[in-house]
């Protein structure tokens, strides 16, 4: 497996002859420009995890990519060949599994009503297993060696971070959802997570493809 931050929830997955891109969204550039995608997944309808700007050219420079989205994206942006992906089923594509868990966006007030998140399993046989959460912190999927962590948003606090890195006990991982960090706010969280938990996070800002040990 290799793993590429491509920008604050972009990651593009390598494992089992396959190019899976998560998440392409508008704080990010990374992913911009991408080819011989196999799959584009994407976990909930905001802008910054799907770029409706930009994301109908990246799909159709990517012909043969299934798209699978949080049922509530098809409603909400025009993708082509977009297919439901529910919280607690799983597909299968070549020798990769992917596994949708959750349903719900983490809060962010109690006055604005609650979307869709589906948190994205990803594993092919003999490969390391990749969780990325979308955003929500409320399931801890078992058997995850590799973790994204979402170091920011309006929804989550530290000791949220925190706690949820240690349930999922993962032991490595890397930042994701950083896009509205300074290099202060990155370091305290990437520190913290690192020290605090079972989660060694490495730093793959502007780094290319890292393989997890």
Known sequence: ???????????????????????PGNLSDGWHGLVDLDAVLVTHLHPDHVDP???PALLAANPRARVLVEPGVIDAVPLERAEPLKADTSITLGGVTVAA????HAVIHRDIPRIGNV????????EPTFYHPGDSLAEAPSGVDVLGVPAYGPWA?????????????????????D?????????LVFSRITEMTPCTLVDLRGKGAWTPA
Request: glycine content about 18%.
């Open 101 to 104: 868990v959750g349903g719900l």
């Open 179 to 187: 896009g509205l960090l300074n290099e202060r706010g990155w370091g």
């Open 53 to 55: 700007a930009r994301v």
């Open 1 to 23: 497996m290799q793993l590429t931050h491509l920008g604050h929830s972009a990651v593009l997955v390598e494992t089992a002859g396959l190019r899976v891109l998560i998440d």
């Open 119 to 126: 948190g994205l399993v990803v594993s092919g046989e003999g």
């Open 157 to 177: 606090a530290m000791k949220e971070t925190v706690d949820f890195a240690r349930e999922v006990g993962a032991t490595q991982g890397f930042p994701i959802h």
